[in-house]
């Protein structure tokens, strides 16, 4: 270590010692000055020694002092991700720049921080200068309309073609989603003509006015959306056998995760989803269907503690698949509260007793009830 590097470290601890607003803030002035004036004199362990001072300091600095490191790091492009992960979850007066500017948050960084922190830094990440699909796919999954409003009117949020076609989906009964789809580049033509019937009358003349649609093009389409759907209803069950063959391979195998059984609902394989989560569970299919539209989902929560699979994975598959039976009806944030305190409480040897019930008993309401129960009236059972 240099001599004047090892000065100025001292100066530093020096500093630490002061407890006071002033003390604090020109601590973090310091370390701030050292570390990016001074990066190619700094040896490794320099740097290191500098970034947990901060850490270990944040959590007592005022607000205004972790604000202005905050706006400080946040366009910085050889911060420490320890700290810039630090302060991304802090509250959102301090977290802002870094939730809106920081090139170094990584996606599962940002992914973490929308399933974990609140609504205004969800916000936040949805104006992103920079928003993959993964990412994106999260806030969609949020539910909250303020939210998803804000990823679609973000022109550098890049969105999945299944997310995209959700959307279209969704804003029949959200009016806030439809002029913000119809404003991106990225909106593919079939969608804004299924977009086309649902619309405000002024809306419509809007598209016919912005696109290149034939307004007699969209009667055509119309009869041919309702052949296709017709088309659809008469194939479905030859989508349940095939899917149903393709799970019995995947179980052979051993391949069937949790982290397979979201990626296939977000692919919108719905029939797939039912029948691998039955040879997951074990369960049959009817009773599987039952368990994973239950509204309040406990039923869910319990059969997925029951086979291990663990919080965030369950957030993820109870919101697709209230996505995915509830086509018309947005799905809130609200309703994942309660059944995530729900599945903390479940003792896995309480959800594996009931899975149990359940191969041999399909009124699995009843078994939910029983969980519920006082445990002197449960231990009778």
Same mark, same amino acid.
């Given at each position: ?249 995947? *179980?052979?195998?051993?391949? +069937? !995760? %949790?982290?397979? &059984?979201?990626? $296939? @609902?977000?692919?919108? #394989?719905?029939?797939?989803? =039912? ?50 039976? *509830?086509?018309?009806?947005? +799905? !809130? %944030?609200?309703? &994942?509260?309660? $059944? @995530?305190?729900?599945? #903390?409480?479940?003792?896995? =040897? ?32």
């Amino acid at each position: 270590m240099a001599q004047g590097s090892s000065n100025d470290i001292e100066q530093l601890y020096q500093l630490a010692r002061d407890k006071t607003i002033a003390g604090r803030k020109s601590l973090v002035n310091a370390v701030s000055d050292l570390f990016f004036d001074s990066q190619e004199l700094l040896t490794d362990r320099e740097k290191a020694l500098m970034t947990d001072i901060l850490r270990q300091l944040l959590h007592d600095m005022e607000m205004s002092v972790r604000r202005e490191l905050a706006e400080r790091l946040a366009k910085t492009e050889n911060a420490p991700h320890e700290l810039i992960i630090t302060l991304a979850n802090d509250k959102i007066e301090v977290a802002y720049p870094i939730l809106r500017e920081s090139e170094l948050l990584h996606d599962t960084d940002l992914i973490e921080i929308i399933h974990h922190r609140a609504l205004q830094h969800q916000l936040a990440i949805a104006m992103r200068k920079t928003l993959n699909e993964s990412v994106t796919d999260a806030l969609v999954e949020t539910g909250h309309e303020d939210v998803i409003k804000t990823m679609l009117e973000n022109p550098d949020a890049k969105l999945s073609k299944i997310t995209m076609e959700y959307l279209v989906d969704q804003s029949k009964r959200v009016d806030s989603y439809q002029n913000p789809l119809l404003t991106r580049s990225d909106l593919e033509p079939v969608l804004v003509r299924r977009m086309y019937w649902w619309v405000s009358a002024a809306m419509r003349k809007d598209i016919i006015a912005n696109f290149d649609i034939d307004p007699t093009e969209l009667d055509a389409s119309l009869e041919a959306t309702a052949k296709d759907l017709i088309d659809e209803a008469s194939s479905e069950l030859d989508k349940t056998s095939k899917s149903a063959e393709v799970a019995n391979r995947l *179980a052979e195998i051993d391949e +069937i !995760s %949790p982290q397979l &059984l979201i990626e $296939v @609902l977000r692919q919108g #394989e719905v029939p797939l989803f =039912e029948a691998m989560y039955a040879k997951l569970t074990g369960l049959r299919p009817k009773l599987v269907r039952r368990i994973v539209y239950e509204p309040d989902g406990e039923a869910l929560a319990v059969a997925c503690k029951a086979v291990g699979i663990d919080k965030p994975n369950f957030a993820s598959i109870f919101m697709l698949t209230r996505k995915a039976h *509830a086509k018309d009806k947005v +799905i !809130s %944030p609200r309703e &994942l509260t309660p $059944v @995530l305190e729900f599945f #903390e409480n479940i003792k896995p =040897e309480s959800a594996a007793l009931l899975l149990e019930r359940w191969h041999r008993d399909p009124d699995y309401l009843d078994s939910i009830r029983a969980l519920e129960a006082p445990a002197g009236k449960d231990d009778k059972n």
